[in-house]
């Protein structure tokens, strides 16, 4: 597997100076935002990706992978996302997201609308080559419920389309067992990994998540790493940090970001080698 970095983590950088970053810190791959306000912006793609490719590469960076906004081959930025980052030899690319409604009373349509859709995003994957992921995220998404991706993925051509584990979001929605079994029942057509962590609090009455720095919350890594290594898995494992760093000033806060960054990596790395070893 690759180790990789979220790029929205460091949004006030541009390409050459996130490669210079990754490269210092010992990092190899990043995931690269290509939708609405990420580092490269879709309507843009054909014309920046290749150039955000080529800085990073001359960094020795790798595009591990793409994040996108993509739920539909009628997006506009659907064909030149993949047809571009396919022929860069970016191997996968994240789906966007798609929501359930508060009238829940029609959750069966709106899961086969989703499926319409996915299977529409894996033919154009397959055509384009390059491998598509749907992620578990926590709340009122689709695929928060892990059997929802089996569902959806049943008539997908495996090779193409496939489950983008989370294990903070599945210990949200199942932090018992729950995270475990929805993994192990589709580690089979698993295509990438995000880690981050957290832990539940009470602000204002009323429990919530507040996501932290690596091994200081309740996400289960020392357990879920060799799971993931007894799978054979071997996509990326990209970094995510979605939590608040403060700095008196721009500069400072950017050298905060990294600093957290670097720390959580070498947590990540070490974990990552004593389970894939």
Known sequence: PTLCVLS??????????LGKALHQIGIPGVDLTTRPRGHVLPENVEQDLPKAHAELDAQGVE???ITTGLTSIQDPAARPTLYTAARLGIPFFKLGYYRYPKDVSHL??????????VEGLAGLAQHAGIRGGFHNHSGMYVGAAMWDHWWLMRDVDPQWMGFYF???HATIEGGYGGWKIGFLRLAHNLK???????????????WKRRVCPLGEGMVPLAEFF?????????????????????????????DNVLAAIEKDYRYLAKIYAEAFA
């Open 166 to 168: 989370d294990p903070m």
């Open 192 to 206: 990438m990994v995000s880690i981050k962590d957290f832990y539940w609090e009470k602000r204002d009455g009323a």
């Open 63 to 65: 595009i591990s992978m």
């Open 8 to 17: 929205k983590t460091l949004p006030f950088i541009g390409y050459t100076d």
């Open 226 to 254: 060799p799971l993931l290594a007894a799978t054979g898995f071997d996509g990326p494992i990209t970094l995510h940090m979605e939590y608040e760093i403060d700095g008196h000033t721009e500069s400072a806060r950017r």
């Open 108 to 117: 069966e349509d709106v899961l086969a609308k989703v499926k319409t859709e």
